[in-house]
């Protein structure tokens, strides 16, 4: 842990980053006992590494180009060690992580997932949701294993589907909720006992 006991936070992003600014705020408001080491994109133009240097967050751009799997994720890896990371934040990263970087930060690391899950996992989750006809869809923290969206479930949030939705209206909906449940569950990680039971994530009291 860093001075004052903060968590360090290594962000993994591939696009926007607005689940990356709605974790710095709230941390920045104090509402989860972390902060943000680093900021890692395999998209050097991705708009969210441009946030977080405006933020004075460094910001690592690591292509996927002229790289194996393996060597882009031992760049990576060197990244988050170098800046002391001890969690991982997936955050619009649009790329599997291997088993390998799984087990460099096991049950450290949280995706954010725009679906209730099981449900839709994998890419355009909100138009899947649409495209079936669903009443009710939301979005999933969780934590990360080696499969697609598979991991152990730390909080979920519904969002009804209205008659008059399109994907992206739902979207925009999902979006707002997911500003929420990252923190929330990030917080719940970090200020309470836990442990993965199966597939089930027990939590015990709350830390002294
Ligand atoms: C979010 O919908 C998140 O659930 C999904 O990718 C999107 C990223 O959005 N994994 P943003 O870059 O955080 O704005």
């Not at 990576?76 to 060690?81: M, V």
């Not at 991982?88 to 649009?94: I, K, Q, R």
């Not at 209730?116 to 294993?145: K, N």
């Not at 009804?160 to 939705?165: F, H, I, Y």
Request: charged share 25%; proline share 7%; aromatic share 6%.
């Amino acid at each position: 842990m860093s001075p004052g006991g903060d968590v360090r936070v290594a962000v993994l992003l591939s696009g926007r980053g607005s689940n990356f600014l709605a974790l710095h705020q709230a941390m920045s408001r104090g509402e989860v006992p972390a902060r943000i080491v680093v900021v890692v994109t395999d998209k050097p133009k991705a708009a969210g590494a441009a946030k977080a240097e405006d933020l004075g967050i460094p910001a690592v751009a690591v292509s996927r180009r002229g790289l194996t799997r393996e060597q882009h994720e031992e760049r990576i890896l060197e990244a988050l060690r170098r800046h002391r990371a001890e969690w991982v934040c997936l955050a619009g990263y649009m790329r599997l992580l291997s088993p390998l970087f799984v087990a460099a930060f096991p049950q450290r690391i949280l995706n954010i997932h725009p679906s209730l899950l099981p449900a839709f996992p994998g890419l355009d989750a909100q138009r899947q949701a649409w495209d079936h006809g669903t009443s009710v869809s939301g979005c999933t923290v969780h934590l990360v294993d080696e499969g697609l969206d598979s991991g152990p479930i730390v909080v979920q949030r519904p969002v009804p589907v209205t008659a008059d939705d399109d994907p992206d209206s739902l979207a925009a909906r999902i979006l707002t909720e997911e500003h929420q449940a990252y923190p929330e569950a990030l917080k719940r990680l970090l200020t309470t006992s836990w442990e993965v039971e199966g597939r089930r994530l027990k939590f015990f009291e709350e830390r002294a």
